[in-house]
Nanobody
Framework: QVQLVESGGGLVQAGGSLRLSCAASGSIGSVRAMGWYRQAPGKQRELVATISGGGSTNYADSVKGRFTISRDNAKNTVYLQMNGLKPEDTAAYYC???????????????WGQGTQVTVSS
């Protein structure tokens, strides 16, 4: 089995910062892209940022210049540093990773359970 466990969410005032972490654990063969998505109440889940195994990054326009995604391949962990937070960033944030389980050939998507980020004005 493979699990993604997120941490680091919370309540912060507008303009503040938070750092999210997501660690993949279990029977992991290899990890390709990792990323963060978010879903606000009544809205669809949307991409926040992704990072490839080689370190190439992609960001939603709404977070460019404020959020930074990074990863530690040795720890199978992805991070999201969020600065300059705005009330519209309030959402449940979900970690995603494309993982091949040890002993298997195919990659598949795995999701974390979500961590809540609330930004007060």
């Amino acid at each position: 089995q493979v699990q993604l466990v997120e941490s680091g969410g919370g309540l912060v005032q507008a303009g503040g910062s938070l750092r999210l972490s997501c660690a993949a654990s279990g029977s992991i063969g290899s990890v390709r892209a990792m990323g963060w998505y978010r879903q606000a109440p009544g809205k669809q889940r949307e991409l926040v940022a992704t990072i490839s195994g080689g370190g190439s990054t992609n960001y939603a326009d709404s977070v460019k210049g404020r959020f930074t995604i990074s990863r530690d391949n040795a720890k199978n962990t992805v991070y999201l540093q969020m600065n300059g937070l705005k009330p519209e960033d309030t959402a449940a944030y979900y970690c995603n990773a494309l993982i091949r389980r040890a002993g298997y050939n195919a990659f598949r998507d795995y999701w974390g359970q979500g961590t809540q980020v609330t930004v007060s004005s």
